[in-house]
C-alpha cells in the first residue's frame, strides 16, 4: 500500500533528475522499449499513466497497449516526445492525458492558452499519421501537494476541461470525460479514490478503464 502512493512521488524525483541532466522531455525514458515494438493503442501522460501501467501492467500488455506516461511532465514535454513515443510506434490510437502539471506549473506558469496549443499540436501530428485521437480530461484536483502556494486551482481544470471538449469536437477526436465520472461537489477527488487529491487507487483507475475500452470499441 505504501510503495502504490509512493510511486508517483519516487517517480518525479528521478525524471526531475534526468531533465537536470538535459533530458527535459524524458526521451530516454522509453528509448530502449520504442525500439523493439509497435502497439494498437499508446496511452500518453503524466505520472497518473505512468502509475497506471505500473500498477496494472497486465491490462496493458494483455490489449497491446502501450504505456508512455512520465512523472512530472507537462504538455510541451508530451509534444516533443510524441514522434518517438507515438507515432513511431504505429499505433491506431492515441489517449492523450495531459494537463495536470500544466495547472500546477511544473515547467512554467500556467497558460490556458499555451497548453491547449501543444495538445492540438499532438492532435495534428496524429491525423498526419493516420492515428485515431482519444483526448481525455484533467482529472479534479483542488490543490497540489507539491505546489500548495498554488492554492485550488480546480477552477483552473474545469475552464481547461472546457476548452479540451472544444478542442476534440473542432478537430474530430474523441473527448474521454474522466473529470465528470471521478468528481466530487468541490471539484476535487475524495480521500477513497486519490488518497493525495492527484493520483487514482485503484479504484479510481476501474472506473477509468471501462470507460476507455468503451471509448475504443
Excluded: C
Excluded at 512523472?71 to 494537463?99: A, C, M, W, Y
Excluded at 497540489?144 to 474545469?158: N, Q, Y
Amino acid at each position: 500500500m505504501l510503495r502504490s502512493l509512493l510511486f508517483p512521488f519516487i517517480t518525479l524525483l528521478m525524471t526531475t533528475s534526468s531533465y537536470g541532466q538535459g533530458d527535459f522531455a524524458g526521451l530516454a525514458r522509453y528509448q530502449a522499449d520504442n525500439a523493439l515494438r509497435t502497439s494498437k493503442v499508446v496511452f500518453l501522460g503524466n505520472s497518473i499513466t505512468d502509475a497506471w501501467y505500473a500498477r496494472d501492467t497486465a491490462f496493458f500488455e494483455n490489449n497491446s497497449f502501450a504505456g508512455r506516461g512520465i512523472s512530472g511532465q507537462t504538455s510541451e514535454q508530451l509534444l516533443l516526445r510524441f514522434r518517438p513515443d507515438v507515432v513511431n510506434l504505429k499505433p491506431e490510437t492515441v489517449i492523450i492525458h495531459i494537463g495536470t502539471n500544466d495547472v500546477a506549473e511544473n515547467t512554467r506558469p500556467y497558460s490556458e492558452d499555451y497548453t491547449v496549443g501543444n495538445i492540438a499540436s499532438m492532435i495534428d501530428i496524429a491525423a498526419q499519421n493516420n492515428i485515431r485521437v482519444i483526448l481525455a480530461s484533467v482529472l479534479p484536483a483542488t490543490g497540489f501537494s507539491w505546489r500548495p502556494a498554488l492554492g485550488d486551482r480546480s477552477a483552473a481544470i474545469v475552464r481547461l476541461n472546457e476548452r479540451l471538449k472544444e478542442l476534440a469536437e473542432e478537430k474530430g477526436a474523441h473527448y474521454l470525460d474522466y473529470h465528470t465520472a471521478l468528481k466530487n461537489d468541490r471539484n476535487g477527488m475524495d480521500k477513497e479514490m486519490a488518497p493525495d487529491g492527484v493520483h487514482p487507487t485503484m479504484e479510481g483507475y476501474e472506473i477509468m478503464k471501462e470507460m476507455v475500452l468503451k471509448a475504443l470499441r
